[in-house]
């Protein structure tokens, strides 16, 4: 007879878990846009929707706030106006 493990995770715990899966889950979805003809625009907002929900729940706990968030994103940017066609 199997035992089942009954773990009780802590909220940040949880949710850093929760969060690195929707962000698997992402990669999948964009590899499968990249290779399959018939792969719909639902399906990837479907998961970048998810990842996104699970920032706002990051936001929501102090673990991520928008000022830093928004400086980030400003240098990663800039580093894509210099290493990639992304942005001009």
Not at 11 to 29: D, F, K, P, R, S
Not at 36 to 62: F, N, P, Q
Not at 74 to 88: A, C, E, F
Request: hydrophobic letters at 40%; glycine letters at 4%; one cysteine or more.
């Amino acid at each position: 007879m199997e035992k089942k493990i009954n773990k009780k995770l802590d909220y940040n715990t949880e949710l850093m878990l929760i969060t690195m899966e929707e962000c698997g889950e992402l990669v999948e979805a964009c590899s499968k846009a990249v290779r399959s003809e018939d792969y719909t625009i639902d399906r990837l907002t479907e998961e970048a929707g998810d990842v996104l929900c699970m920032i706002e729940l990051m936001k929501d706990r102090g673990i991520l706030n928008d000022r830093e968030l928004n400086n980030r994103i400003q240098v990663k940017k800039m580093k894509l106006m210099k290493w990639s066609n992304l942005i001009k």
